[in-house]
């Protein structure tokens, strides 16, 4: 199909750049990558425009399905924001788009975007007869406004027809996508409204804790971010008796507050509770995010000692309790279940999946969209990057077979409902702090476990992440299939890692080009502290003596909770992003 550069949908697409050109950002290019687009908001409103005319595409190649954009910057500082695309059953864009989402978002004219748009339409034949459908939402920082502006100039050039769903998590977005697109099927996924999330959500939570005994209150350390007043709202849908929660950290008003000093991303770098609070010893705490879709549980235990439950505990205690409940429901033999981790995951949790809960564990790169992918191949998958991310993923046979059951026994029944219950609690269409939140504390409840029970399951082993900057982080490639745990190249590398890991007792290592710069990420872990320390160092130092530039190598450092007892301190460099973003 060929496309005419005076057709109406070009000529405003070319008009409408004169109002949203493309901001200077000194010859570096626009890069859509897992997190979307995230960058200074005042570099944004360009690409939110592209945005806009890249969801119309999708719509219309998708025949008419409705595509979500949310906008936000999740953990990031305030100053920041971003974008990222939504496809139509609530995953991620597909990532054979992105690089057309790059490319639309760095001409830089008018006649050259109008071009760049014929030319995606023609590669992927989209017919532009067809409507397009948009829905999008935005977080609480104060650069929302103008980039939903930009946002709405690149849909009204496309002649899209669009819904502003106002200020929310991303996890709500990525539910109303997905309730959006399923009306008209036998078993829609939820009404198509923030209320409807709050509905499907407290009645799901009430129907899982009709069997258990209630576990007191939390306090949610909220990031004064979306997540607090959208956790407030849900609060007033809950059944009071069976959870009480206090929302902490929800000043929205001040945006020089958004995840300073607060938050999962900063309670699982820092190792530290948020300051000023009025914490006990032993009370349930979860932090939040800014745009509520990671959790990390923690509490302090006698003298103030902080505890933290990330990911990997959040992951190991939802598989043993579905696992359990898919046990005791009578469907061992027709559902099999699956943790998937990336090599970040703590040695320890590995190894309690596969020998105490006798589950499988398959190992991917690290990226929730490689997660996602791995987890839908199992009846039933769960993910949790240890950042507090992830979710549970029910494949349509293993919904079938739970559906059509006939329990045999009173225990069958009450373990079938409560499995139901979570099929409904749990947002499949990704990681959602609220929902993770509600399972985790329905889990608690049913196993009649304080955090401290919770925290002896297994002893994280010592680990460290370190990095080293390199002149050019391409010439560290690792080997596919092995979830980044081996290098290809520099040749001979690999070899040299595995001497230095030998000699450690229970030593793993392994090291990954950053997809954010031009550094190499050290990931080691050892039985003991002080080897994980000299394992780590001699990595290091080794990755740096190889690196085309002689440079000290700088260390940013996470010790775990072991760690910290025998007084060890962290070292991070506040320039520096949280290690995970890429």
């Known amino acids: 199909m060929g496309y005419d550069s005076d057709a109406p949908i070009e000529k405003a697409i070319e008009k409408a750049y004169h109002d949203w050109p493309r901001a200077d950002t000194k010859g570096k290019p626009f890069q859509y990558g897992t997190a979307g687009f995230r960058m200074r908001a005042d570099l944004l409103p360009s690409v939110l425009f592209t945005v806009g005319i890249l969801a119309s595409l999708r719509s219309r190649k998708l025949n008419s399905n409705t595509i979500g954009v949310m906008i936000t910057a999740s953990h990031n500082p305030a100053e ?26 760095n001409q830089s004219d008018g006649e050259l975007l109008r071009n760049s748009y014929m030319h995606t339409a023609n590669k992927f034949n ?23 502006k930009a946002l709405i100039a690149g849909l009204e050039a496309t002649g899209t027809k669009y819904i502003d769903f106002g200020i929310a998590t991303t996890p709500q977005l990525h539910y109303l996508v997905r309730a959006t697109n399923t009306q008209n099927q036998a078993q829609p996924y939820g009404e198509v409204s923030i209320e409807g999330y709050y509905k499907k959500m407290s009645k799901a939570f009430a129907q899982a804790m009709i069997y258990s005994t209630p576990r007191g209150s939390i306090s949610v350390d909220c990031a004064n971010g979306v997540g607090a007043p959208k956790l407030k709202e849900l609060v007033k849908y809950l059944p009071s008796d069976k959870l ?13 507050i958004l995840n300073k000093q607060c938050g999962a991303d900063f309670v699982k770098t820092s190792q530290v509770a948020p300051p000023n609070l009025n914490i006990k010893a032993y009370d349930r705490w979860a932090s939040l995010d800014g745009d509520a879709d990671r959790i990390i549980y923690w509490f302090q235990s006698e003298g103030g ?28 033999e027709q559902i099999k279940l699956a943790v998937v981790q990336t090599a970040y995951a703590n040695g320890a949790a590995t190894k309690y999946v596969e020998r105490v809960l006798g589950l499988k564990v398959d190992f991917t790169p690290t990226g929730v969209k490689h997660l996602h992918h791995a987890a839908a191949r199992y009846d039933i998958g769960v993910y949790f990057e240890a950042n507090g991310h992830g979710t549970v993923l029910f494949s349509e046979r293993a919904l079938k077979q739970i559906s059509k059951h006939e329990p045999q026994s009173p225990a069958q029944l009450e373990a079938l409902d409560t499995l139901k219950a979570l099929t409904n609690l749990i947002n499949q269409t990704v990681g959602d702090a609220l929902s993770d939140l509600l399972l985790v504390e329905v889990v608690l409840a049913h196993k009649e476990w304080t955090v401290e029970d919770w925290l002896g399951t297994y002893t994280d082993m010592p680990n460290k992440l370190a990095k080293v900057y390199v002149n050019d982080r ?29 000699k450690y007792k229970e030593g793993r290592c392994f090291v990954r080009a950053s997809g954010t710069e031009d550094a190499v990420r050290v990931y080691g872990e050892a039985s003991e502290v002080y080897d994980c320390e000299d394992m780590v160092g001699k990595v290091t130092e080794l990755i740096a003596s190889q690196a085309s530039r002689d440079i000290e190598p700088y260390l940013y450092a996470r010790e775990d909770r072991r760690v910290e ?14 290690f995970g973003n890429g």
């Open 80 to 105: 920041d924001n971003g974008v990222k695309l939504v496809d139509p059953m609530g995953e991620m864009l597909d990532q054979d788009w992105e690089y057309w989402a790059t490319g639309l978002s």
């Open 126 to 148: 989209v017919d532009e007869a067809k409507e397009a459908r948009v829905i999008f939402a935005r977080d609480t920082r104060p650069s929302g406004d103008i980039l939903v």
């Open 244 to 256: 009480r929660i206090n929302v902490i950290n929800d000043n929205i008003d001040d945006p020089e």
């Open 305 to 332: 000692i902080f505890r933290m439950l990330d990911g990997d505990r959040i992951a190991t205690l939802a598989a043993s309790f579905i696992g359990e409940l898919v046990k005791k429901s009578g469907l061992e």
């Open 474 to 502: 391409g010439n560290f490639r690792t080997i596919k299939g092995t979830a980044e745990r081996q290098l290809e190249s520099p040749p001979g590398m690999q070899d040299r890692l595995n001497d230095i890991m030998r």
């Open 565 to 578: 007892e025998v007084g060890m301190g962290l070292r991070r460099d506040p320039r520096d992003p949280p």
